[in-house]
């Protein structure tokens, strides 16, 4: 069955540090992956999306970088402020199919 | 605009108690999603509308849990004979995703229903 791994523990980086999360899926090939934020108490909001056949895509100050040998996404914050702190949601996909989350990975960037 | 609502925010049930859990998404919006989302892990999928068709509900836990789409806008998940291990939040979201499309979509959450069954 399909499996999407996300780093359980917390990651507790310095304010100004890069912060990186992975997403590790496995017995899948998604077509897409997306990336949501979600805050205490509030539904999961998005943020970005990338599709197999892009390697990187860029959005201020995040990126995300997809590798389908690999079967791995890695989620960057460059520049990270003690307001990016909360939980990120990794999601791959097939067009027109229903996302499945993986458990989320919470950040705690401290000032 | 408004964005995804849901109502109640809160629910306390007894065990046994039916509930319904209501879900008004952005208007224009073909696609709704229902999840569930226990403590500390990501929601995870239960039933899935286009416009009124519901189009998969493989992730409905029992035959206790139902929603509907009547009218392709505002949907209700219904569960009935609430049991604890239904405690959870129930999250509502709506999209632009079709079925058939090969093009993705974001969802737009709503900021979910937690259901306490004592």
């Known amino acids: 069955s399909q499996k999407i791994e996300q780093n359980s523990e917390a990651l507790n980086i310095q304010e100004g540090k890069t912060a990186t999360l992975t997403c590790n899926y496995t017995?899948?090939?998604?077509?897409?992956l997306q990336w949501y934020r979600q805050d205490p108490g509030r539904g999961p909001v998005f943020l970005l999306l990338i599709r197999e056949n892009e390697k990187e895509k860029r959005k201020e100050r995040l990126k995300v970088t997809f590798d389908t040998t690999l079967k791995q996404s890695l989620f960057h914050i460059t520049a990270s402020q003690p307001a990016d702190s909360a939980t990120y949601l990794c999601?791959?996909?097939?067009?027109?199919?229903?996302?499945?989350f993986g458990g989320g990975t919470r950040l705690m960037v401290k000032p | 605009g408004a964005g995804v609502s849901q109502s109640p925010r809160y629910k306390v049930a007894k065990r046994g108690q039916d509930v319904a859990l209501r879900c008004d998404p952005i208007s224009g919006h073909v696609s709704l999603f229902w999840y569930q989302q226990a403590l500390g892990q990501g929601p995870e999928f239960l039933t899935y509308f286009q416009n009124e068709a519901q189009l998969d509900k493989s992730g409905l836990p029992s035959d206790r849990f139902f929603a509907e789409r009547p009218e392709g806008s505002v949907s209700t998940l219904k569960i009935q004979r609430t049991q604890q291990e239904d405690s959870a939040v129930y999250l509502c979201a709506s999209s632009f995703q079709l079925a058939d499309s090969e093009v993705s979509y974001e969802q737009y959450f709503g900021p979910g229903t937690r259901l306490t069954v004592t």
């Open positions: 017995n899948y090939s998604p077509a897409y």
């Open positions: 999601a791959p996909g097939n067009a027109g199919n229903m996302l499945t």
